[in-house]
């Protein structure tokens, strides 16, 4: 996928990055890069491979048991909020 510097810029102003003029060439030139190599991966044939749940061979992760370690604080927590209602925390609207 081929880069330009404008979509190097809209990106920037969207994430509120400010870069430099010199910058944006870099840029432009790397997440190009980044880019072909995921074109690239998208395009390795992947029919009739397994997903792995290990990179090893025979081995899996280890995972925890799933249970609850924590107590309910959410009343504690409220206590602290300048306001609540209904259980729910009260923000000031932000978007019009």
Known sequence: MTLKRTDIENVSRL??????????AG???????????????ERADTAGIEP?????????????????????????????APQVE???YIVPKVIE
């Open 15 to 24: 994430a509120r990055l400010a870069l430099r003029e010199d910058e944006v």
């Open 27 to 41: 840029y432009v030139e790397t997440l190009g890069n980044i880019l072909d190599m995921v074109g690239q991966l």
């Open 52 to 80: 792995m749940a290990h990179p090893l061979a025979g081995l899996s992760q280890r995972l925890r048991a799933d249970e609850v370690t924590e107590t309910d604080r959410h009343a504690l927590y409220q206590q602290n």
């Open 86 to 88: 209904a259980g729910l």
